[in-house]
């Protein structure tokens, strides 16, 4: 949604499709979600994306928004992505992922991983899977872009374990098992 690099989206989606083992459509881009801009909070609301997202009446199973806007939740200052606890849809703001601590720039494959790491995080939660306590798994909660650069970008042993078992639950079919 809205102005994302093409290089970003084809990088996400790849490395969604090596890690879920499921086939992933890149669809065509949409105009910025004006719908959920907060005006005072000047961010956009991510549960209205989300909302809106999760009716899509688009055939997929799982949709993923990336979007280049700011994120919030009202309880939250910002979030780096949002998704439906075990709905269909999730969204992800590249806007702080570029960010380092000291206020530059990380360098573009920093950006890259933090933007994958935080698609997998958000499309795993729409497999009902929490945040893992783990410093080893992508499910562990980041909620600063340097976060991201410290966890890995695979899951757990227990959480790829949820994951095949919630495949199950939810009838997914793999292209090889998760």
Known sequence: MGAVGDAVLRIIAANLQAIFHLAVDLLPARATPEFAFSELRR????????????????????LLAVVNVDLFIPILTHVLGEAQ?????????????????????????????????????????TF?????????????????????DELPMFFCRYCKAFLAESYRRYGV??????
């Open 43 to 62: 961010q956009y609301h991510a549960a209205l994306i989300l909302n809106r997202l999760g009716s899509s009446r688009r055939k997929q199973q799982r």
């Open 128 to 148: 009902d899977l929490v945040h893992c306590k783990d410093r080893d798994c992508v499910m562990m909660l980041s909620t600063t872009p340097p976060d991201l």
């Open 173 to 178: 079919w793999t292209v090889e098992k998760p």
């Open 85 to 125: 606890m075990g709905g269909r849809a999730a969204v992800v703001s590249l806007h702080r992922l570029r960010e380092r601590r000291d206020g530059g720039r990380v360098p573009l494959e920093t950006f890259y991983d933090r933007a994958i790491k935080v698609a997998v995080h958000e499309v795993a939660h």
